[in-house]
């Protein structure tokens, strides 16, 4: 699953690197419908993770694997969006989000909250992290850190 596809571009570099069944989830019709064009995706959901208790209309550990790039901030997929995602992933499956540093340490909604709610996930055995990395010009001058945790 590429939760947040937007126009494909994860989903390009994914199936170039041999992940050749991906599924795609993202709000807007029109960046699905570049992405549909790529021809590398199966299902393409239009919908979006929400705020609180409501979940995609998607069954528990439907995925091998999921990537967000980009898409977990201010106005877009929140903090809880977390608990979708492990929802979506079989036990063993791999999670790998890529967020903003800035959005990790100094945005108000994610700061103090998003890592130690995925901390507490892993306190209740839900998930591990596998590993955390920081890296450079994510976004013109703004840094990354990629997320990954294997869920338990
Ligand atoms: C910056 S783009 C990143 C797109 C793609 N992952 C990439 O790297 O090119 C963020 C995407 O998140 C999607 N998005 C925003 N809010 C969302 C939500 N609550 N649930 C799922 N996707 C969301 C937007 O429609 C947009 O396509």
Same mark, same amino acid.
Not at 13 to 22: D, E, M
Not at 49 to 76: F, H, R
């Given at each position: ?32 419908? &570049? ?63 890529? &967020? ?32 955390? &990395? ?19």
């Amino acid at each position: 699953m590429d939760l947040g596809c937007g126009t494909g571009l994860v989903g390009e570099a994914l199936y170039a690197s041999g992940f050749t069944q991906l599924d795609g989830l993202d709000p807007s019709q029109g960046m699905l419908d &570049v992405a549909r064009s790529k021809g590398i995706y199966g299902e393409l959901y239009c919908a979006y993770v929400a705020l609180g208790d409501e979940k995609l209309a998607i069954p528990d550990n439907t995925y091998d694997g999921l990537t967000i790039c980009g898409s977990m901030g201010v106005n877009m997929v929140p903090p809880e969006g977390i608990y979708e995602m492990h929802r979506l992933v079989k036990p063993g499956g791999i999670i790998v989000n890529v &967020v903003r540093q800035e959005t990790v340490n100094e945005i108000e909604g994610f700061k103090d909250r998003l890592e130690p709610m995925m901390e507490q996930m892993e306190k209740d055995g839900k998930w591990k992290l596998v590993s955390r &990395v920081l890296f450079p010009d994510y976004l013109v001058d703004q840094g990354g850190v990629i997320f990954t945790h294997q869920v338990c």
